[in-house]
């Protein structure tokens, strides 16, 4: 049955891989992003839409593999009475948290999927092993890695940015809040300036906040493009995958 599925992938993929302009993307969700209008937690609803959509990308044939952050349960800052290592694993867990959210809702949309943690959890997900996570891709499961870098004191933006390199990802999709990247908070600034397309440099030098520094400067070293959009459209993730014209690229 395995094996039928995944011949009857690639036959999928073969028929519509030209549909899109990008054969391997990592998509990077914050926590928020699941919470919808609850703010914290985990709103099915919300989560159920985001999955139909990556859904529909894999049945067009993309390999897709997700990063999500923890801010819906948890935030390092949040802890600022607390030891700084401490606040951080809280954090992972909460990611884990998501993780393991958004498999159940990919496996309940018939989509096989991984969670593969950079802190061992075996009980409920798979060590990350590169060559593990490449295989599942080849395959057409979605690759969900918690758990961050498994290490204090970096960020999920950081995890995302290292783990695009290793799999070798065509493009990192960003769904964030805001629509694109704008030269200041479009919210308490109507003069802001949106951008179509910018260098890291200039977001490094401008200090846009797009990601965290050490996450922008990775992406400048390992010449890793950047698609920054609106999640708040589910239907964007389709859009970002055909090339179409949305967001602001960082390149």
Partial sequence: MIKYAWQK??????????????????????????AGEQKTGI???????????????????????????GGNFWRGRNGHQMEKTT??????LATTMNGLALQDALEE??????????IEMKEIAEPFILRKAEKHLQ????????????????????????????????????????DAVYSADPKLDATAKKYEEISYLEVLEKD?????????????????????????EPENIVRAVKGEKIGTIVS
């Fill in 208 to 232: 846009l906040k797009v990601m965290d520094s050490t996450a922008t400067a990775m992406c400048r070293d390992n010449n890793m493009p950047l698609l920054v959009f609106g999640i708040a």
């Fill in 109 to 118: 949309r018939g989509i096989y999927s991984r969670v593969q943690t950079a």
């Fill in 139 to 178: 395959k057409g499961r979605v690759v969900i890695f918690a758990g961050g870098t498994g290490h204090p004191y970096f960020t999920t933006d950081t995890a995302a940015v290292l783990r695009a390199i290793e799999i070798k990802a065509d493009i990192i999709l960003l769904g964030k809040s805001i």
């Fill in 9 to 34: 992938y690639i036959l999928r993929r073969v028929e519509n891989l030209h549909e899109t302009k990008y054969k391997r993307v990592l998509l990077k969700l914050s926590g928020e992003a699941l």
């Fill in 87 to 92: 606040a951080d694993y809280m954090g992972i």
């Fill in 43 to 69: 709103d099915v609803q919300t989560v159920g839409k985001m999955c139909d959509k990556i859904k529909e990308i894999v049945e067009m044939g993309v390999e897709v593999a997700i990063v999500v952050g």
